[in-house]
């Protein structure tokens, strides 16, 4: 398999940050090109009679503003490795969704991507958005985990 074009989702954390330079590696070896994509998530949770003094526009722009930032940083990775990048960036609830939509639109070959698995759950769990995209992908994805959130093996070597 030939890769042209990779897609490089990004929520911002350091594991993302690693998935971006997993990918600039990969992309150095085939076409050269890096798709930065962040989903911004505007966060609407708040007291039912604070409605009247929220700003949901500010918040709409807060989350806009945090994903341009988190696909330049991915942009500046692939620009460093001398890769030719793009960045993209869509406002949604769903980004799972949205990331195997937009690497489908840019004709990307390949989806990489870190996953935090919830704190709280099985460690052999992958994040809910990591799921959705490796579920629903037609597109092969690359899924980076933590070294530290990952399950020991459960393999013996009898001693």
């Known amino acids: 398999m030939f890769i042209e074009k990779i897609l490089v989702a990004t929520d911002g954390s350091d594991l993302a940050v690693r998935a971006a330079q997993v990918a600039a590696l990969l992309a150095g070896t085939g076409g050269r090109r890096i798709v930065a994509f962040s989903v911004a998530q505007p966060r609407f949770s708040l007291p039912a009679d604070a409605i009247g003094s929220f700003d949901a526009g500010a918040e709409v722009r807060r989350a806009l503003d945090a994903a341009r930032a988190h696909a330049g940083t991915v942009a500046r990775i692939a620009q460093d490795a001398g890769l030719a990048c793009d960045t993209r960036t869509r406002i949604s609830t769903t980004p799972g969704l ?43 994805v690359l899924v980076l985990r933590d070294p530290g959130e990952a399950a020991k093996p459960e393999y013996s070597d009898g001693s």
Not at 104 to 132: K, W, Y
């Open 98 to 140: 949205e990331i195997v939509r937009a690497a489908r639109e840019q004709g990307c070959d390949l989806i990489v991507m870190g996953a935090h698995g919830p704190a709280d759950a099985n460690p052999l769990f992958t994040g809910s958005v990591a799921q959705h995209v490796l579920a629903w992908s037609t597109i092969p």
